[in-house]
């Protein structure tokens, strides 16, 4: 049984930063491609990150690129989301996931979700 557990949101100033980690149980994270999405009220899950198994490769959505970072520590079972320049837009339940295969920005496409973190920015 694969399990994900966020941790690290909270509420913070426009502007600001907070890092969000993921510990995921199990011998095989390594084999994982790691993701992490939001969802604000009202509104569909959104896309933000993902991370291919060895930390090389990455992908992110237009609207976090180059405020946000998605790394891994693989000798942790951890992947960790760095964001910064935080905007009140950026508010929503962040989650982590992870899958088998190519990285991918579609929630559909993964096996295992946590429960999620609540990021709040005020403005």
């Known amino acids: 049984q694969v399990q994900l557990v966020e941790s690290g949101g909270g509420l913070v100033q426009a502007g600001g930063s907070l890092t969000l980690s993921c510990i995921v149980s199990g011998r095989t994270f390594s084999t994982y491609d790691m993701g992490w999405f939001r969802q604000a009220p009202g509104k569909e899950r959104e896309f933000v990150a993902t991370i291919g198994v060895s930390g090389r490769y990455t992908t992110y959505s237009d609207s976090v690129k180059g405020r946000f970072t998605i790394s891994r520590d693989n000798t942790k079972n951890t992947v960790t989301l760095q964001m910064n320049s935080l905007k009140p837009e950026d508010t929503a339940v962040y989650s982590c996931?992870?899958?088998?295969?190519?990285?991918?920005?579609?929630?559909?496409?993964?096996?295992?979700w946590g429960r999620g973190t609540q990021v709040t920015v005020s403005s």
């Open positions: 996931a992870a899958r088998y295969g190519v990285l991918s920005a579609r929630a559909a496409e993964y096996d295992y």
